[in-house]
């Protein structure tokens, strides 16, 4: 009994003696990767303070400076977790996780996509409002009321096909997607081609009469 006693605990204490350095190697490799991830992301959070670039984009007046920050510090840590996770890839090989570094590979895949989502919402972001400025001014003859209306419905349309990009970009619903795009193409074709039809039957009415007054004589 004593025997077998000592048997399990020296196979406990060499087993564990073996694992503290892999431990240990792991835990440096993931805290190196934690420290170049936040130094990446102050770095970035910097360039854009001495830059100003907030404050260029303020003064286009299509987004606030808040705004701009929030969209760089939302870049930013995705930018600083793809680091990490580029070192936490090596740590769980050295941990013997072989089975969990097939996960982490698939959400490092992943982030690229979320990486140009996240800047193609901000470029729709700018876009929408650039439009509802251009459409604002270009319609102010109609009134205030009717500029500001069409102006959000430009901005609206804008922002919702923003998101449709963006939601087949990180992959979400893709088919879903573009069966509500093509049935949205669908009913704005039919919209205005019903309502160029309406519109223009006298005009075909008469273009028609003249053509058969043509061919009679």
Do not use: C
Not at 65 to 87: A, G, H, N, P
Not at 91 to 112: C, D, K, Q
Not at 140 to 167: D, E, P, Q, Y
């Amino acid at each position: 009994m004593i025997e077998l006693i000592n048997t399990i605990l020296f196979t406990f204490f060499k087993n564990l003696g073996n694992a503290i350095p892999s431990f240990f190697g792991g835990l440096l490799i993931l805290v190196v990767g934690l420290l170049i991830g936040s130094i990446v992301k102050q770095l970035i959070m910097t360039v854009m303070t001495f830059s100003k670039i907030d404050l260029l984009f303020n003064k286009t007046k299509l987004i606030k400076k808040d705004e701009v920050r929030i969209w760089t510090e939302v870049l930013s840590e995705i930018l600083k977790w793809m680091l990490i996770i580029v070192f936490l890839v090596p740590a769980l090989e050295v941990w013997g996780l072989s089975r969990a570094t097939t996960v982490v590979n698939e959400i490092l895949f992943y982030l690229p996509n979320v990486v140009v989502a996240v800047v193609i919402a901000f470029v729709g972001i700018l876009a929408s409002n650039l439009t509802a400025d251009l459409v604002r001014h270009s319609v102010k003859t109609m009134g205030s009321t009717a500029s500001n209306s069409l102006a959000v419905f430009a901005r609206s349309t804008i922002v919702f096909f923003t998101v449709l990009v963006v939601l087949n970009q990180l992959g979400v619903a893709q088919d879903l997607i573009r069966i509500l795009f093509t049935g949205i193409v669908v009913m704005l074709s039919l919209a205005g081609g019903l309502a160029f039809g309406l519109g223009g039957k006298e005009l075909a009415k008469d273009l028609l009469e003249e053509l058969r007054n043509k061919l009679k004589s």
